[in-house]
């Protein structure tokens, strides 16, 4: 039990639907992030919520929806994906303190397949 | 730019073999960390240590070891004995300053088999 909590674990989805990945950390940390992992890349930061404010936004596409609600809870939106949007989504949260010194705690991903 | 390279994309070791896997890094920071995660079957990745710039002692816990040096920027960790529940893929990754907060730029990860 990491302590930050992704659901669902894997789905799969078709071009046209509408779909959201849900991220919950019990650890009172008040940043939290959108990591995409797909195969023989690195992982490619998406998003960045500070005391649920976006402070980051790493081009991309629209396609792709982030949602902040509270510092515990942190959504991704999907609608209209491509095949190759296809990886693992990862969550992650960190006590946003200065100068990097506290590490990042991850869920356990959605593999999502787009088809 | 910001950059980690972890060019042994994978390593297969017998059990009971050391084994050390390569990170090096590129920044213009003056300060930053360093990190190490593994990431098991699982899916979620494990931080491991954190190192840094003005640190570089090398540490050890215990079958880990991790070789920090500023004058070649490299992040270098070692499995001494290894065993097969070391079998993951690990990462390497950097702190990046942001201008609110900060973030890790991350390698492209090895991935170790180890064999019984």
């Known amino acids: 039990e990491t302590g930050v909590t992704q659901t669902p674990r894997h789905l799969v989805m078709g071009m046209t639907n509408k779909k959201s990945l849900k991220c919950e950390q019990h650890?009172?940390?008040?940043?939290m992030y959108w990591y995409k992992q797909s195969a023989k890349k690195p992982l490619e930061l998406m998003f960045v919520?500070?005391?649920?404010?976006?402070?980051e936004n790493n081009s991309v596409p629209s396609r792709f929806s982030p949602e902040c609600p509270n510092s515990s809870h942190l959504f991704l939106h999907l609608h209209t994906l491509q095949p190759e949007d296809s990886a693992l989504y990862l969550c992650?949260?960190?006590?946003?303190?200065?100068?990097?010194?506290?590490?990042?705690?991850f869920g356990q991903g959605t593999r999502l397949t787009v088809v | 730019a910001q950059k980690v390279t972890q060019a042994q994309t994978e390593i297969s070791v017998v059990e009971k073999e050391d084994v050390t896997l390569d990170c090096v890094y590129e920044?213009?920071?003056?300060?930053?960390?360093l990190f190490w995660y593994k990431q098991p079957p699982s899916g979620e990745l494990v931080f491991l240590i954190r190192?840094?710039?003005?640190?570089?002692q090398n540490e050890i816990s215990g079958r880990y070891s991790w070789n920090f040096q500023k004058s070649t920027s490299s992040f270098n960790f070692t499995i001494t004995a290894s065993q097969v529940v070391d079998s993951a893929v690990y990462f390497c990754?950097?702190?990046?300053?942001?201008?609110?907060?900060?973030?890790?730029?991350f390698g492209t990860g090895t991935r170790l088999q180890v064999f019984p």
């Open positions: 650890l009172g940390h008040n940043a």
């Open positions: 920044t213009r920071d003056t300060t930053y960390y």
């Open positions: 990754a950097l702190s990046d300053s942001g201008y609110n907060t900060d973030k890790l730029i």
């Open positions: 190192r840094n710039s003005f640190d570089e």
């Open positions: 992650a949260s960190s006590q946003d303190g200065t100068g990097s010194d506290t590490e990042a705690f």
């Open positions: 919520y500070s005391l649920e404010e976006r402070v």
